[in-house]
């Protein structure tokens, strides 16, 4: 299997919030699954993270419509859209609850006293707008093109509800 290369972000950079990571990590899961779904025990393993924390971030999606959640036997998450309908940038400004990256885009501009006097609001407002941009074209659909059965059992394995791959030839 081929080795993607890495793209290494310095810890002061911006980052979502584990909230967020692990909202885009649940849609990818799920539309990775198909239709059969998969439980916040199953994808709490194959991401190695808290069923606790998982059950929160499922909780805001099902709040979302972006996921449905359905109790008892047959029960699990499932994704309510089309992977094509999920909006990457609409998951985005649902799951994080703040892009102000400096004082005077957010609630309480007056902490600076340059707010409306410099330059940097509106380089970090177009700036925001072109992340935006760039997030709004692209789908759940896109972000899961390209990984082959083989690559997502290996990666979620037989508890994800994945058929085994057919054997090498």
Not at 21 to 32: I, K
Not at 78 to 96: D, W
Not at 133 to 138: H, S
Request: aromatic share 6%; hydrophobic share 40%; net charge negative.
């Amino acid at each position: 299997m081929p080795v993607k290369e890495k793209i290494w972000i310095e810890d002061d950079d911006m980052r979502l919030s584990l909230h967020s990571d692990l909202g885009f990590r649940t849609l990818v899961y799920l539309a990775s699954v198909g239709s059969g779904g998969g439980t916040i025990p199953e994808i709490a393993t194959a991401y190695s993270v808290s069923e606790n924390h998982l059950r929160k971030v499922a909780h805001e999606l099902v709040q979302h419509g972006l996921i449905e959640s359905q109790r008892g036997r047959n029960g699990g998450l499932r994704l309510r859209l089309k992977p094509e309908e999920i909006s990457i940038g609409q998951v985005m400004r649902l799951m994080e609850p703040d892009f102000a990256l400096v004082d005077c885009l957010g609630h309480d501009p007056e902490r600076c006293v340059l707010t409306g006097h410099c330059g940097l609001q509106g380089i970090f407002v177009e700036s925001l707008k072109a992340w935006f941009a760039v997030l709004d074209r692209y789908t759940l659909a896109d972000a899961i093109r390209g990984s082959s059965q083989l690559q997502l059992h290996t990666l979620f394995g037989a508890g994800a509800g994945l058929p085994a791959p057919p054997p090498a030839a």
